[in-house]
């Protein structure tokens, strides 16, 4: 990937400052995990004229692919629009096609289900906070930098994240596009024997998974509040993962069907991803800052004394500081998987039977980045008419671009390498789905 060499001039050339010129920012390219796109930040007079995060990834066609399949296909198929996430895929496709056929599943399934969730957001979560995202408040270009400094966080997170993948092994059959999910349950319930495998690693990283929250709480974090349109599932005694109701900080409270009627998506010129906002066209937030927003007084008594001592309040709207509430939702995580591990009855069977049937069916569940909807229409066969999918990254794209605005014109004084930085930081609060890479954003600053 080439990197255009900044060219200066323009108002404030030669000693009238940096607030008094027109700074042009250009992401040529950013690499991501599932999609390929490009950013344009316009600034003149520490006003921003222009914030466009621009993705222009061809379409994927999931949904399309999903037409005429069978609808017991669909946890598999789904599985494989996301390799960080593939549960969270699974598990919302899934509770569509229940919803359409419906059935509920029991206590023990749903459990079983939750334990799976958790561990995926063990392993994705790490993977952002430690691998990705930190080395950008400490100065270092990747993680294998950081480490020469801090040789004990990063370990400590390798190993946190393999009890992750050790829990979505044992559970879903691998770490990668599990396969043990099916409409209706599992294809097979794991023994206890299995799970105490998982467990045992889950007890050695707890120690690392507490501490590492004050480590990360030492972090220089740029100060921004943005005033956001919370937006997450919630239920009442417990921190929503695999289901629950849509609820908001206006107090919205839907089931998954009632979705469309609140939400929209539209395409805009410049990306070939969807934006999302409300019926009334406000922009919202998804993801770990909208759940803690929403639902923090349903985490462990643990978790919520560790936010408390990380300085998070009963509200962040800072979104730097989304790391912090990641790291407590690690926490937690480890907490739940190894309450249900203890508290474990296999379910007996593993699944339950799920006849066809016409219909339409809406489900979601909290992917590690936010909310994730499906929604399937069916004949009378089973076969899938219809899909549509509604990932938390492209509802949280505008959202992004507000961030981008303002953090922009906050941060304006800064030199061009260190507002390049402060961009990166910005967008990589969000973890949208980016790629292994750390410093994905290759800016060019153009001074007229």
């Known amino acids: 990937m080439s990197e255009r060499k900044p060219r200066t001039g323009g108002e404030g050339a030669g000693g009238g400052g940096r607030r008094g010129r027109e700074r042009r920012f250009v992401v040529d390219a950013l690499a991501r995990v599932e999609g390929e796109g490009a950013m344009t930040v316009r600034l003149r007079g520490g006003k921003v004229q222009e914030a466009q995060l621009r993705i222009y990834e061809p379409p994927r066609f999931f949904?399309?692919?999903?037409?005429?399949?069978?609808?017991?296909?669909?946890?598999?198929?789904?599985?494989?629009?996301?390799?960080?996430?593939?549960?969270?895929?699974?598990?919302?496709?899934?509770?569509?096609?229940e919803n359409l056929c419906g059935i509920e599943v029991p206590p023990a399934i749903r459990a079983l289900r939750r334990l799976l969730y958790v561990g995926e957001w063990i392993e994705s979560h790490t993977l952002h906070v430690f691998m990705l995202h930190a080395p950008d408040f400490l100065g270092y270009q990747s993680a294998l930098d950081m480490a020469r400094d801090h040789p004990d966080v990063v370990q400590g997170a390798l190993r946190l994240k393999h009890a992750g993948n050790a829990l979505m092994r044992v559970v879903g059959g691998r770490e990668i596009h599990p396969i043990n999910m099916r409409v209706g349950g599992f294809y097979r319930a794991p023994t206890r024997a299995e799970l105490a495998t998982a467990e045992r690693e889950l007890q050695a990283v707890f120690p690392f998974a507490r501490d590492a929250i004050d480590f990360l709480a030492g972090l220089p974090f740029p100060e921004l509040e943005q005033d956001y349109e919370f937006?997450?599932?919630?239920?009442?005694?417990?921190?929503?993962?695999?289901?629950?109701?849509?609820?908001?900080?206006?107090?919205?409270?839907?089931?998954?069907?009632?979705?469309?009627?609140?939400?929209?998506?539209?395409?805009?010129?410049?990306?070939?991803?969807?934006?999302?906002?409300?019926?009334d066209g406000r922009t919202y937030l998804v993801g770990p800052l909208a759940r803690y927003a929403l639902n923090q007084d349903r985490l462990s008594p643990l978790a919520r004394e560790a936010a408390r001592a990380a300085g998070l309040g009963l509200v962040c709207r800072n979104p730097y500081r989304s790391i912090l509430v990641r790291a407590v939702e690690v926490l937690w995580a480890v907490e739940e998987a190894l309450?249900?591990?203890?508290?474990?009855?296999?379910?007996?069977?593993?699944?339950?039977?799920?006849?066809?049937?016409?219909?339409v069916g809406a489900g979601w569940s909290e992917a590690p980045r936010g909310m994730l909807w499906h929604r399937y229409r069916t004949d009378q066969h089973g076969t899938i008419l219809d899909a549509r999918i509604v990932p938390p990254t492209s509802?949280?794209?505008?959202?992004?671009?507000?961030?981008?605005r303002a953090a922009v014109e906050r941060f304006a004084d800064l030199p061009d390498e260190e507002l390049q930085v402060r961009c990166e930081q910005t967008i990589r609060n969000y973890d949208p789905c980016i790629s292994c890479s750390t410093h994905f954003l290759r800016l060019a600053v153009e001074r007229d």
Do not use: K, W
Not at 66 to 77: A, C, F, H, Q, S
Not at 251 to 275: C, K, M, N, Q, W
């Open 63 to 97: 949904e399309a692919f999903l037409r005429g399949r069978r609808y017991t296909e669909v946890p598999d198929i789904t599985a494989r629009i996301c390799g960080i996430c593939p549960v969270a895929y699974q598990t919302s496709s899934i509770a569509a096609m």
């Open 231 to 279: 937006v997450a599932l919630s239920e009442p005694d417990a921190y929503a993962v695999e289901a629950g109701r849509l609820a908001s900080s206006s107090g919205l409270d839907i089931g998954p069907a009632e979705y469309p009627r609140h939400f929209v998506e539209e395409h805009v010129a410049h990306s070939t991803a969807l934006h999302a906002h409300t019926s």
């Open 395 to 404: 509802q949280n794209q505008a959202r992004i671009e507000e961030d981008l």
């Open 339 to 359: 309450r249900l591990i203890e508290a474990y009855e296999p379910p007996d069977p593993p699944a339950v039977e799920v006849a066809p049937r016409a219909g």
